[in-house]
C-alpha cells in the first residue's frame, strides 16, 4: 500500500525516536495496510520480541495486536488519520489465545473492528506466521478516552 512505503516508515520512526521512542520501535513494529476496517501489521523476529527457548514472546505477539487494534480504533473514528483532537482508545481487557509459535520471520496480525460504539470498541486480531499459520487470536476492548487539557484542575 503507497500509504506505508519504505519512506514513510523512515519518517514514522524517525518521529517516534525524536518523541523518545516507545514499544513500537523497541518491537520492530510496522503497518503494512490500514483503514478504517482493518489494519494490517507486522514484527520481524529479534531479541526484542524473542523469550528463553528462541521463539516469539507471548507478550510481544499480544503487543503487536494491541498496537494494530488501538491503530484500527484511530481509522474508525477517522479514516483520514487527519485530526489531532482524537479521544484515545485504551485497551482495557486483552484476551488472547496462543495456538503455536515460531522461531522465524514476521508475526502478522490482521485487526478488525467487531463492535464500535460511540464510547467503547472491542476489536478482533488474528496473528499469522510467514507461512500463514495462525499463531494467535486476540479479542481487545478499548474505551475511548478523552484526553485531558494542560494539567490546570487534574
Known sequence: MPEFDDDWYDD???GLEESGGNVILALGLRPIEASAERVVMEMPM????RQGTGVFAAGALIQLADVAATMV???AIDP???RG???FPLSVQISSNLLRNTDRGKAITTSRIVHKGRTMMVVGS???DDDGRLLATVT???????????????
Open 73 to 75: 480504533c484511530f481509522r
Open 126 to 128: 488474528d496473528i499469522h
Open 140 to 154: 481487545s476492548t478499548h474505551v475511548m478516552l478523552q484526553k485531558q487539557g494542560s494539567g490546570e484542575g487534574s
Open 46 to 49: 529479534g531479541p526484542n520480541v
Open 80 to 82: 483520514t488519520g487527519e
Open 85 to 87: 483532537d482524537l479521544p
Open 12 to 14: 514514522w520512526k524517525r
